[in-house]
């Protein structure tokens, strides 16, 4: 008896191992198309639902497909209305796995296992060896299914067994344990196609195996909930979609089928004497009908994850303050007032970057940890205004603007891309500051002072560029010139004071590796406020 639950735990790690090689060879396979995929293909939500299915399909894996979404949405390449098209397109996509692994094909798994083996072994071209890592997978898989099986046909005939088995008759009780057997596994197609082994060998019945496998739509999501606890609330509210609409899912398919049993029977009887093919067309059937079913109500699941996770109050600022103010309305309008919108517009975007960046630099300085997550989703927010005024600025472009003022648009795009990278500088002295606090570095008081100097005349320079640039000011150019030599020299002089510590070895080395990245950092904000000060100084 141990020897076969040994072999039993085997079989499922074997499976597992499979499952995962085969899911990570064929995103590898598949290359960057799946982002492509998902960021092109989400335009209604057909076309989301279609997208989602279909990269599913291609890894194997809805886990997969929700991390990406997950990111997406997070990192705001995607909205919450196309996110959820693509994960409940997913949950008909992680079907297919279970209808291929209906099929009876154990005999030829060491003929996979060998042509895997040499494709990943003995072909250096990387899509030679992503092929190899599929059939390999897909190889130790069914070795892994075969080996469940020879562990639990002796085990079906126990009367131990049997018995655990019966008690779990209860649909309520075996719903839950699919939940927390899929929780374990953190896959749906893993637990259903282990079910469906264990239905082929007696072990379980029909009706016992539909029930687990509703549980599983949402013990799967425990890994990706997990996850998302460490997201934005962007990343939180789509990582909630998910649940909430398998959790619909689940609830509505257990009340169906336990008020009308006859959809068992039915379903049953598309291969009265294939209890495996019978779960997989299950599992699949279910999936459609239920992405058919709350489809037309996807709009309100996005507005209830909302609910569930309201913006704080800094965050609400934060949203606001990252949403076009000046570039809303600009159709009929003079070009003259349109280029002192995009000016306006700009400068404010210039303006939150600088402030970023004095955040940062204090979150450095005071060491107030509170103020770092903070630089980190302004800098979100920062990209994200960036993207939208580039857009807008791009679309001037079609617009019969005079050469001046077509000049002057050019130099808007390029000054925005300036206040995005110092927002970026601003993110990397935060990290610094985060280092510091955890203890992994350290600095002499010197080396925080001659920071403390850089800190004060970059931001001096910065200020005074911005100025310059709001109020469109070409007379001062060379006062700005002054501000960012004395930032380059100051930069060289502590630098030669840090090598001099160094050499006397009186410096962290850790510590030392911060000093000089957060001095270039420094510097080179600078530098981008000095491409802003001189941005408008050759416009006719």
Known sequence: MVYLILTLLGGIGLFLYGMNTMSSGLRNACGNNLKKILEKATRNKLTSILSGMLITILIQSSSATDVMVIGFVSSGLMTLEQAIGVIIGANIGTTITAQITAFDIEAFTPVLIFIGAVLYIFFKKNSYRSVGTIILGFGILFQGLDLIKTSIEPLGKSPAVMELVSGISNPFLTLLLGIIISAVLQSSSSATVIFQTFASQGIISYDTAVYLILGTTVGSLSDNMLASLSLNIKGKRAALLNLIFNVIRMVLMFTLVSLFPGIKDLIKSLSPDNVARQIANTHTLFAIFSVLVVMPFTDQIVKLSKLIVPL???????????????????????????????????????????????????????????????????????????????????????????????????????????????????????????????????????????????????????????????????????????????????????????????????????????FTDMSIDLERCSDHAFNVATALADVA
Do not use: W
């Open 312 to 514: 704080s109050e800094s965050e609400l600022l934060q949203t606001t303050s990252f949403e076009l103010q000046y570039l809303l309305q600009t159709e009929k309008i003079p070009e003259g007032l349109l280029m002192d919108q995009a000016l306006l517009e700009v400068s404010r975007m210039g303006r939150l970057a600088c402030d970023n960046l004095k955040l940062a630099v204090r979150s450095f300085f005071e060491k107030d940890t509170s103020l770092i997550e903070t630089v980190k989703l302004n800098e979100e927010g920062i990209d994200e205004l960036s993207g939208k005024i580039v857009d807008k600025l791009v679309d001037f472009r079609q617009l019969p603007l005079s050469p001046s003022h077509m000049q002057k648009l050019y130099k808007f795009i390029q000054v925005v891309s300036d206040f995005e990278r110092i927002s970026d500088h601003a993110e990397n002295i935060a990290e610094y500051a985060a280092l510091m606090e955890s203890g992994e570095a350290s600095m002499t008081n010197i080396a925080i002072k001659d920071l403390n100097l850089l800190s004060t005349y970059t931001i001096e320079s910065m200020d005074y560029s911005l100025s310059l640039f709001e109020k469109e000011d070409t007379k001062h150019i060379d006062e700005a010139v002054k501000l960012e030599q004395r930032v380059d020299d100051t930069k060289e002089m502590i630098i030669n004071g840090h090598i001099d510590r160094l050499m006397k070895e009186s410096c962290d080395p850790h510590g030392g590796v911060i």
